[in-house]
């Protein structure tokens, strides 16, 4: 059994900062790829950033420049550093990860979700 517990979230101001992150916990052998998700109200859920369990990143047009994934092998967690952030980065955040167990091989996990506003 695996969880993924998300925190970091809360109200910034327009060009504030937060930092997001994701613990993995549970009987975890290796973790490959995990990543980033965001849902609007009214929009559908796109990919954020993604980082592969040797670094490698990928980012969302919207986001690049402005966001930083990074993980912690030794932590089984991920993060997301978000600046200057946008009242259009407030979204629902879920964080991702494609986790290896003895019982299922690799599966994908999520989050619960934590709320990110971004408002004067």
């Known amino acids: 059994q695996v969880q993924l517990v998300e925190s970091g979230g809360g109200l910034v101001q327009p060009g504030g900062s937060l930092r997001l992150s994701c613990a993995a916990s549970g009987s975890i052998i290796s973790i490959n790829a995990m990543g980033w998700y965001r849902q609007a109200p009214g929009k559908e859920r796109e990919l954020v950033a993604s980082?592969?369990?040797?670094?490698?990143?990928n980012y969302a047009d919207s986001v690049k420049g402005r966001f930083t994934i990074s993980r912690d092998n030794a932590k089984n967690t991920v993060y997301l550093q978000m600046n200057s952030l946008k009242p259009e980065d407030t979204a629902v955040y879920y964080c991702?990860?494609?986790?290896?167990?003895?019982?299922?091989?690799?599966?994908?996990?999520w989050g619960q979700g934590t709320q990110v506003t971004v408002s004067s």
């Open positions: 991702n990860a494609d986790v290896y167990t003895t019982r299922l091989g690799f599966y994908l996990y």
């Open positions: 980082i592969t369990s040797g670094g490698s990143t």
